[in-house]
């Protein structure tokens, strides 16, 4: 079992930045494929990114350019630098960590208004 724990969500004005952390609690985090996912109000949950165990990336195009997606494997987390940040991002964020299993967070708010 794996827990993964979201962190650095919160209220922030259009155009400003936030970055959101999720640490993972297992020992074998670099075979890990890891995402950030995100569930508007009344909305599914959608990809917002992804990163590979050997470091490939993908973005929604939505967030394409504003938003970047990295791993740090010596800390077992991975992180979701988000710039440029619009009223549409407003979402609980999850974290998603893929290898034979799957496993969730239990996400974290962001709200971007003024």
């Known amino acids: 079992q794996v827990q993964l724990v979201e962190s650095g969500g919160g209220l922030v004005q259009p155009g400003g930045s936030l970055r959101l952390s999720c640490v993972a609690s297992?020992?074998?985090?670099?075979?890990?494929?890891m995402g950030w996912y995100r569930q508007p109000p009344g909305k599914q949950r959608e990809l917002v990114a992804s990163i590979t165990f050997g470091g490939s990336t993908n973005y929604a195009d939505s967030v394409k350019g504003r938003f970047t997606i990295s791993r740090d494997n010596a800390k077992n987390t991975v992180y979701l630098q988000m710039n440029s940040l619009k009223p549409e991002d407003t979402a609980v964020y999850y974290c998603?960590?893929?290898?034979?299993?799957?496993?969730w967070g239990r996400g974290t708010q962001v709200t971007v208004s003024s």
């Open positions: 998603n960590a893929q290898a034979v299993q799957g496993y």
């Open positions: 297992t020992s074998i985090f670099r075979i890990y494929n």
